[in-house]
């Protein structure tokens, strides 16, 4: 079955840097876009990066552009997201995404991660 494990959340200083992964299993990863999202209690999910599935073009929330790097392993079945430079409204719960939708080998729904917490404190 799909699965969508993120890792590597956690406190982090005004300014400093973490990086997120998303391992991937259960579907042909590289014929898939991947996407992260974030959310806060109270407000909808929001999307920061996407990636396509081989080119490696990438989009980026306004919010995010020149901080965060979307980027994919897909002989690792994994994809990041390198975030610099945090601020505390970057504080959230950062999901992993798989896109569903129609494609040519047919219809695919949308699968989630569990989530992973980071905080921008100091």
């Known amino acids: 079955q799909v699965q969508l494990v993120e890792s590597g959340g956690g406190l982090v200083q005004p300014g400093g840097s973490v990086r997120l992964s998303c391992a991937a299993s259960?579907?042909?990863?590289?014929?898939?876009?991947m996407s992260w999202y974030r959310q806060v209690p109270g407000k909808e999910r929001e999307l920061v990066a996407t990636i396509s599935s081989v080119a490696g073009s990438t989009n980026y929330a306004d919010s995010v552009k020149g901080r965060f790097t979307i980027s994919r392993d897909n002989s690792k079945t994994t994809v990041y997201l390198q975030m610099n430079n945090l601020k505390p409204e970057d504080t959230a719960v950062y999901y992993c995404k798989r896109p569903g939708g129609t494609y040519p080998w047919g219809y695919a729904q949308d699968y989630w991660g569990q989530g992973t917490q980071v905080t921008v404190s100091s």
């Open positions: 259960g579907f042909i990863f590289n014929r898939y876009a």
